[in-house]
Every structure is written in C-alpha cells, then in structure tokens.
C-alpha cells in the first residue's frame, strides 16, 4: 500500500462561459465593496467585461503590470491602492497581472479575485515570483492564493495563436513536473495526466482552427488542473531554470518555458523512466521529451533560446544561477549538466530520447507524420498525425511482434469481409470496443437540457417505411403488445411539429428484420412525424435482449477474452427537425437484464425508461388479452448552432 500525504489549497472555481456576469456576486460574497481592478492595455475589451460587471463597485483600476512581477511595479500600484482604500483586488488577464495581484494581497492581506485570460495557472497557486535587482525570488504563503478565480471560456477565445502555444506549454510544464515531484501522490497524479492528456489534444485542435471553443475549454480545465498540481507538490528544475533566465535576462515567461521543457524532461528522463512513459502515454507520443519538443515545432512555437534573446555568453552564468541553491529534483544537479540541457535549447536541438530502438522509432514516427504536412485539410492532416502517433506508440509500449501484427492485419480483413448491406462488422467491432460511444459522448453530449444521444447501431436501414399515428408496426410478429406514446420538443419544451422521427428495434427472439431473411418485408421499422404538439404513437412489441451476431471476428474476440455478446433491451429513435441537431438515441427497458454490462456501452441512466405494465383497455381502444406496456417519454432537441 502506498502511503502519501495530499494537501489541497481552498480556492474557489467558478468556471464556464459568460461567468464573468458572477463577479460582482463573488466579490461581494467576500464581503468586499471596493476592488481595485487589475489589467493591462491589450486587454480593452475583456477589461471593459469586467468593468461593465463590477458596476460601482469599482473605485479604481491599475493597468501597470509586468512580467515577472518587478516590485518597483508593485510599489506603484500599492500606492494607488491604499490612495482609494480598496478592499478588494481584481485581475484580469495572464501570468503579469494575476502576479501582481498576489505581490498587493501579500503586502496587504486583501482578498483576490482572478479572471485568467491565459493558460498560466498561476491563479490557482499560493506561489509568488518576483523580480528584484535582476534576480527573480520564488516564495509561497497561503495569503498570496487569490481566494476565488472566475475562468471565463469566453475571455481566452480571442487569445492570438502563438500565445494560445506558448501559454498551453506553460501549464503542460506545470503538469509533468508534478509528475516526479517528491511530493507526488495519486491524486495530483491523476490530474497531472488528465491535464497532459488534454493539451494534447486541444493544442493541435487549436492550430486548425483557433476559435474552437470546446478545445478553449479542454485547454482552460487543462490549465487549473496544471496550476493545482504545482500548488500541490511545487517546483523543479524545469521551473527554476526558467525562473533563472526571466529573471536574470529578461526572457518572456511562456515563451521559455515552451523552450526549456522539452530539454529540462530529456535532462531528467534517466532518473524517472517510469513518469516519462506516463507521459508518452498521455500524449500519444513514443518519447515523451521529443514529443513535447516535436508538438512544439507542429505548432509553430519557439524551440531557441538564442531567438529569445538569451545571449550565448550567459549560458555559463545561468547554469551557476540554477545550481546555487538545493532544490528537489528527482536527478542529482551540476553545472556542467546544466550547461549541456541550456546549450541544447540555445541551439533549439531536438532532445534525445531513449537510445537506440527509441530513437530510431521516434525517427520513423516523424517522418510518418511528416509525409501528411502537404494535405490541403487542416483536421485531415491533424488527424491522421495523432493517428500514427498513438498507433507507434502502442506497437512501442507493447513490443508488438511480427506475429501478433500479422494476426491483428488478418482480424481486419476478415471484419471487413463480414460486411455488406445488411451485416456492418466494422460498426460491430467499434460498438464493441467503446469507440462508438466515446465518439458519441464527445460530439453529441455537450449540450446540456438535451436528451442524451446514443450509438446508431450496425441495424439502421435508411428509408424505413412510413407509419400513421396509432398504427402497428410489428408486422403480426409475437410479443407483449407495447404503446408507444412520445413527444418531441426543445430544450425549453416547445413542440416541435413535422420531426421526423425513425424508430426501429429487434422482436422478442432478440433478432432484427435484416437478420431474418424469410420475412417478406421491413417490420418492427418505421418512420413517423410528429403533430402539431410534437408527439407520435404506435404500436410494437416488447423489445429484448438480444447477443449482437458472433460467428464473426467480434463474436470471436468477444469469446476469446470472457466477455457476453448480449445488449440490454431497448428501442432505437431518430429524431430529425429542422432548426435542431439531429437526436439519435435509444431507450432502454427499466429493470431489463444487462443494463450494466451492455456489450457496446450504449446505457446512459437517463435512457433508462418504464415500459410500465398494464392490463385491461388501451389508450385507443384496441383490444388485447392479458398484459401490454405503456412507453412515454419526451425528447429534448438542441437547436442548430450558429
């Protein structure tokens, strides 16, 4: 068992878009009525948000910060702060302005609230950096933790590109140095990886199309989980290298950490094999330090110290600077170590990574992913470079033998073999590996106050045929008659008329029409609009749980690893309205078998429905002998975006 110790710094999160309409309530929930705001000129007209938000409450307003927190700066701004009697300090804006605020509540024991407009992280730190003489000092102290810390999605949309990668590095460096901190735990573990994991994958995003604001989004979350593990665990060489270059030589912050990584983790990566493993993982890269250095360069970002500024005289004297003091590293520190890492990111040399086999791997990994540089699509080429990414990855991870390949190559042709019109292998195999429905988590549920998608399943057949309201769509086939009766709205309840709307499921043996070859015709299929108060109605018969087909490839991976084939009962429905995004989705029978262990991991709480049982007459006087279910429930459309 292993024994830690977690320490988490009371900070609160208000986090989303549009949340800079909370501040006021939040600066009032601290019992404040007179904020100095914080900010700077390129920050107009989120500066203006947060005016517009503060309304009275704000009695002046410093736009003086710099970076690296100089305290002649400081000074000033403690001047007007005091001239105003401010009782509260507000900024908005990245690593300079949140810095400043902290070196004012230090000075004063004022409570702090921070709107970031970066990725810097440092807002969610009791950390302080600040430049004296030309030497940068790092203290830390509970008072210097803003208590509260607005991230506004909306506030980073604008942020130009180049910026958007060196200040995603910057929280990465946050991240992976808590990885091999002495001070690491599971819990800070886990947030490091998410973190790693998804400035991954939002970065490159990004670069193909800087206003995405789903990748802004990942990316901030990215940035506060970064900045709460260095809260947690402290810093590293990485950090005090950096610390040493902005502060000695005037180096822009982000911009040298966005340098110094990639060196820093090749520096360290003998003594921590393990944690750089992790990391190759969590980027989907063979060698974690060159890919840091390779992610950096796809994206355009600096990877020289000389195109920083740092003159090469000053290689020798940082290198003493770094080494002056005994600091936690999980590799022993000299100068002459130092001086080599420093030298590399002079130069902007790609690290080294693991010797021979690895080197040659992250070679070949390279010129893959190079081979794609030319597509005219942006997405396409980012696509199919994270692809072979992951995939030398896994081969690499695993030691993947010519055999096993061979094998792997031989269940994908016979996957595609399986497949035709009525028989989807591939959609088989993707169902049943969970990719289905983790793509449709990522694209489909974001949107709250809608009804929750589902997969669309190897059994849909466009063109179903139509169907009236109250009509029977069984086709005479047996079961427990089932009253369907559903609505179809938006999110705020509206109907919505003409939906077009497909429903199609298996009969009670746990087979679907396209499966059955001797029915002559679609059956337990239909296609139904919606009236003028969003609803259908039909009749069918009680869905089952059925094993989805196993004298296939999937069938036999399935068999081969102890897994059940079966999927919990449930009917299948297509919305489609104009003015809304398309709804595909399932319900599944309340109290049905395996809705914990559906072999496609299609079950979502919300999808779970009563198919209530119910004797005696019907909603529209059919007759039925013994029993019949009743199904109702609403589907809750979003609207198009845009």
Not at 69 to 75: A, G, I, R
Not at 455 to 467: H, I, N, S
Request: aromatic content about 6%.
């Amino acid at each position: 068992m292993e024994s830690f110790v977690h320490t988490s710094h009371p900070s609160r999160v208000v986090f989303g878009t549009g949340t800079v309409t909370r501040l006021r309530k939040e600066v009032e929930r601290l019992g404040c009525s007179r904020v100095l705001l914080l900010s700077s000129p390129p920050l107009a007209q989120a500066a203006a948000r947060v005016r517009e938000a503060l309304g009275d409450l704000l009695v002046s307003e410093f736009d003086g910060a710099a970076m690296h927190t100089p305290v002649e700066v400081t000074e000033q701004a403690l001047g007007l702060l005091r001239d105003t009697d401010a009782d509260c300090v507000v900024a908005v804006g990245g690593g300079s302005t949140t810095g400043l605020s902290k070196a004012l509540a230090l000075r004063t024991g004022l409570p702090q609230v921070v709107l970031p407009t970066t990725y810097a992280g440092s807002e969610v730190t009791p950390v302080l950096g600040e430049t004296r003489d030309g030497r940068k000092v790092t203290r830390s102290s509970p008072e210097i933790l803003p208590e509260t810390v607005v991230y506004d999605v909306d506030f980073t949309l604008t942020l130009p590109l180049s910026m958007t990668v060196t200040s995603g590095v910057n929280a990465l460096a946050h991240a992976v140095e808590a990885l091999y901190s002495p001070d690491a735990d599971p819990v800070t573990d886990q947030h490091a990886l998410d973190a790693i994991s998804r400035i991954g994958r939002a970065l490159p995003r990004l670069a193909s199309d800087p206003a995405d604001a789903a990748a802004r989004a990942d990316l901030l979350q990215a940035a506060w989980l970064a900045g709460t593990c260095l809260a947690t665990v402290g810093m590293g060489l990485h950090h005090k290298l950096c610390h040493t270059l902005g502060g000695t030589f005037g180096l822009p912050h982000a911009e040298t950490h966005t340098v110094v990584l990639p060196h820093a983790m090749a520096h360290n990566a003998p003594a921590v094999p393990d944690v750089m493993r992790r990391i190759a993982d969590a980027l989907g890269v063979p060698d974690a330090p060159g890919g840091v250095h390779d992610l950096v360069v796809s994206l355009g970002g600096p990877t020289s110290l000389r195109d920083l500024g740092m003159p090469e005289s000053g290689l020798a004297r940082a290198a003493e600077l770094a080494t002056s003091a005994p600091y936690p590293n999980p590799r022993d520190l000299t100068t002459e170590g130092i001086a080599e890492l420093l030298a590399g990111a002079w130069h902007g040399r790609r690290p080294e990574g693991p010797p021979s086999t690895g080197t040659r791997l992250a070679r070949l990994t390279d010129q893959v992913v190079a081979s794609f540089a030319q597509a005219p699509d942006p997405r396409v080429r980012a696509l199919l470079g994270d692809l072979v990414r992951h995939l030398h990855t896994f081969v690499a991870a695993n030691d993947v033998t010519d055999a096993e390949w061979q094998y792997a190559i031989d269940f994908l042709t016979r996957t595609g073999q399986m497949c035709d019109t009525t028989r989807q292998e591939f959609v088989l195999l993707s169902d049943t590996l969970g990719v289905s429905s983790a793509v449709d988590l990522l694209t489909n549920s974001r949107t709250s106050g809608t009804t929750p998608s589902a997969v669309l399943g190897p059994f849909y057949v466009d063109g179903p045929p139509e169907a009236t309201h109250g009509s029977d769509i069984s086709g005479g086939l047996p079961g427990t008659p089932l009253w369907v009766d559903v609505r179809v709205t938006d999110t705020a309840g509206e109907p919505i008329a003409d939906a077009v709307v497909d429903v199609w499921q298996s009969d009670e043996d746990g087979y679907y029409d396209v499966q059955l070859p001797e029915l002559d015709g679609p059956v337990l299929r239909a296609r139904l609009r919606s009236d003028d108060a969003g609803r259908i109605t039909f009749w069918s018969i009680l869905p089952s749980d059925y094993p989805i087909p196993g004298d296939g490839p999937v069938g036999q991976m399935l068999a081969a690893v102890g897994r059940h084939p079966y999927r919990a009962a449930h009917l299948h429905f297509l919305c489609d309205a104009p003015g809304h995004t398309r709804l595909v989705t399932q319900l599944f029978v309340s109290g049905g078998a395996r809705l914990d262990s559906d072999t496609v991991f299609g079950v979502k709480d919300e999808l779970v429905a009563d198919f209530t049982p119910h004797t005696g007459p019907t909603p529209d006087g059919r007759r039925v002998d013994g029993e019949w279910r009743r199904l109702d429930y609403t589907f809750r459309l979003a609207p198009l975006a845009g």
